[in-house]
């Protein structure tokens, strides 16, 4: 029997690439056991326990940088689960005996990864940005192989661990992957009609930026009566505003039946497939999805997490020319029903622009992620 740890968390963006890497493996080993190794009141925990892992909790937290009398009690107890983290990662892997140590990043990854490898097992980490993270970055000498969703992430690490790298891309849901409906089919899915299609979403906790951008385009679609289909989310927390926001512009959504407003989008999968254009931020599991699914794109970073990685990731788009990029700060009034009106109203931009999405995509992302771990098991 393969027994495997994984272990990220602190994000989705850190715990699904563990969970689609646990189906990779599963299909190519079925005989395998996993454990992931999670903070106790991480949503790692509950999102491991409902795929069906056996979980172990560990206490890790970040320090913080910035100082004030808060993030110096946040630091002690940062430092005091540091003091406790070697011990509590030994007893682990003693306990569950891996042939392999799997970190997908987060803080939590970090004390179990590293004592792995100082015990001689096998590991392995999976980079989803193209900045790689800290945590990435203090690892990296000590493992076996570290898998990158793109190759630009190769540039932010030391020369002498290049090496090591690979390039597999991130591994997405089937839905995206298998491409389960036609833009056509997915239109009549969600009873939108044959206009162009405008997508927008923050995410599950929404953004902002993007639900003022939605806003400001319905308002526009109304006054002018342009005819667009638009799918908006505005995120956990929004609701109250951007309702507020409607009703400001005269928008009563019953009138509009090609605007579908939600708080989360469940069926994501069919949403992107009806989307010409697609207003996002820039968390790689959405760029990968994008790629997937091959679609135009307008990308706003979050610019409140760390190194502004989502930049760097909305960058790699912008290069390969399928995606227009906006700094949040640099986003004027207008700025963005300027750039939708001139994509929509320019179908070869958008089709040129989706054409270079779907080139960015690794299409065989499970394959490439196999033989890395096959490869580091034989050794």
């Not at 299909?27 to 454990?35: A, C, G, K, S, Y």
């Not at 096998?122 to 690892?139: R, S, Y």
């Not at 912008?318 to 990029?325: I, M, R, T």
């Not at 999405?357 to 890395?372: C, G, H, L």
Request: proline share 4%.
């Amino acid at each position: 029997m393969l027994r495997v740890i994984l272990s990220g968390g602190g994000s989705a963006g850190h715990v699904n690439p563990a969970l689609a890497i646990s189906e990779i493996i599963k299909d190519n080993r079925p005989d395998v056991e996993f454990l992931y190794v999670g903070t106790p009141n991480g949503m790692e925990h509950r999102l491991a326990e409902n795929a069906g892992f056996k979980f172990a909790g560990m206490n890790v937290a970040g320090f913080q940088r910035h100082l004030s009398l808060k993030n110096i009690g946040r630091n002690i107890k940062a430092a005091a689960y540091l003091a406790t983290a070697g011990a509590k990662a030994s007893k682990i892997l003693k306990e569950f005996k891996p042939d392999l140590v799997i970190g997908t990043g987060g803080y939590v990854c970090g004390p179990i990864v590293r004592k792995a490898a100082k015990m001689g097992i096998k590991t392995v980490i999976h980079e989803q940005n193209a900045f790689p993270g800290l945590t990435t970055k203090l690892l990296s000498p000590d493992v076996d192989k570290i898998m990158l969703t793109v190759s630009k992430a190769a540039d932010r690490l030391e020369e002498q661990v290049r090496s090591k790298c690979v390039v597999t891309g991130l591994p997405v849901r089937k839905g995206f992957a298998e491409h389960v409906v036609t833009k056509e089919e997915a239109k009549r899915q969600l009873g939108l009609d044959g206009s162009v299609c405008v997508l927008s979403t923050g995410g599950s906790l929404g953004a902002r930026a993007i639900n003022n951008a939605a806003l400001e385009l319905m308002e526009w679609y109304k006054r002018d009566g342009i005819k667009v289909n638009h799918i908006h989310s505005y995120g956990k927390s929004n609701r109250e505003e951007f309702e507020k926001g409607l009703a400001e512009r005269g928008i009563v959504l019953s009138e509009h039946p090609n605007f579908i407003v939600r708080e989360y989008i469940d069926n994501m999968s069919v949403c992107m497939a009806a989307a010409d254009l697609i207003i996002s931020r820039c968390g790689m599991g959405a760029l990968t999805e994008i790629e997937a699914e091959g679609k135009a794109s307008i990308l706003i970073p979050s610019p409140y997490l760390a190194e502004n990685h989502q930049y760097y990731n909305g960058l790699v788009l912008q290069s390969a020319g399928a995606a227009v990029l906006y700094e949040q700060k640099d986003i004027t009034p207008g700025l963005i029903a300027k750039t939708v009106k001139g994509l929509i109203n320019d179908p070869e931009a958008l089709n040129e622009m989706s054409a270079h999405a779907s080139e960015q995509f690794i299409k065989d992302t499970p394959e490439r992620i196999w033989n890395v771990i096959s490869e580091v098991l034989k050794a």
